[in-house]
């Protein structure tokens, strides 16, 4: 979660790798590097944001259809928000841990946020939603810490956001591993697929691939360790994956 304030992790002195579990049962692995560890820079960083004072310009272009995927179509839309200081908080939390895209994990509650205002100002389908990701900001893409600068340090931010391929399945264990290497951070709210291994998911879900996120088990939000609790003792789970396609 973003919001240029202290990583949460830092806050509240936690090692990224108590949140890593390594259960032969779910095939989970830990990949955050030591150095990673050490930086300011987790594998998932949270940001506050208690401050929306400042009038902000909001403009979105028209969605604009990438491609169809299982039937549904995809968007993608640029909203345009422009600051009036650098220290105004947009009123998001984003999730950052993958490397090249932000997952919007939470919006603020407060309705005087540059965010919130941008929402009330266009139609549904150009607002920016809970679970959409963010691909580019001010022609940065690729990178998330380039985008995170260019959020805190730029005044004109032309965002673009990708709406998920959102898919369920069902998995019935059966007394097989998941196969899963799962990568996650402290205060997630969702866990990210880094390798389908051999296992029950590749065996009746071949389409979840490497960089999907999990984001609902059993129809219920929660936090990795929940889901990596539903996973480990359900023998037969509901899980929602999210997708950013390309």
Not at 1 to 11: H, I, K, L, Y
């Amino acid at each position: 979660m973003f919001m240029f304030s202290c990583c949460q992790s830092c806050q509240d002195g936690q090692d990224p790798n108590k949140n890593m579990v390594d259960d032969e049962s779910l095939a989970v692995y830990p990949t955050i590097l030591a150095e990673q560890a050490l930086s300011t820079k987790k594998e998932i960083e949270v940001y506050q944001d208690s401050r929306a004072e400042e009038k902000t310009e909001l403009v979105a272009s028209a969605p604009t259809e990438a491609y169809t995927e299982g039937g549904e179509a995809l968007t993608t839309f640029t909203a345009i928000i422009v600051k009036e200081s650098i220290d105004d908080d947009l009123g998001w939390h984003l999730d950052l841990l993958a490397k090249s895209t932000a997952w919007v994990a939470d919006l603020s509650e407060s309705q005087d946020t540059p965010l919130q205002r941008y929402n009330a100002s266009v139609p549904p389908e150009k607002q920016l939603r809970e679970g959409d990701y963010i691909k580019q900001v001010n022609q940065k893409a690729g990178s998330v810490e380039a985008m995170m600068s260019a959020l805190k340090q730029d005044l004109r931010l032309e965002i673009v956001v990708q709406r998920p391929h959102v898919y369920t399945k069902t998995i019935v264990k059966g007394g097989q591993s998941m196969g899963l290497a799962l990568v996650f951070g402290p205060g997630s709210a969702s866990i990210i697929i880094e390798t389908v291994k051999d296992g029950v998911v590749k065996q009746l879900c071949p389409e979840v691939r490497s960089g999907d996120r999990i984001t609902k088990v059993n129809g219920q939000t929660g936090s990795a360790d929940s889901f990596l609790q539903a996973m480990k003792y359900s023998e037969s789970m509901d899980i929602e994956f999210s997708r950013c396609s390309p």
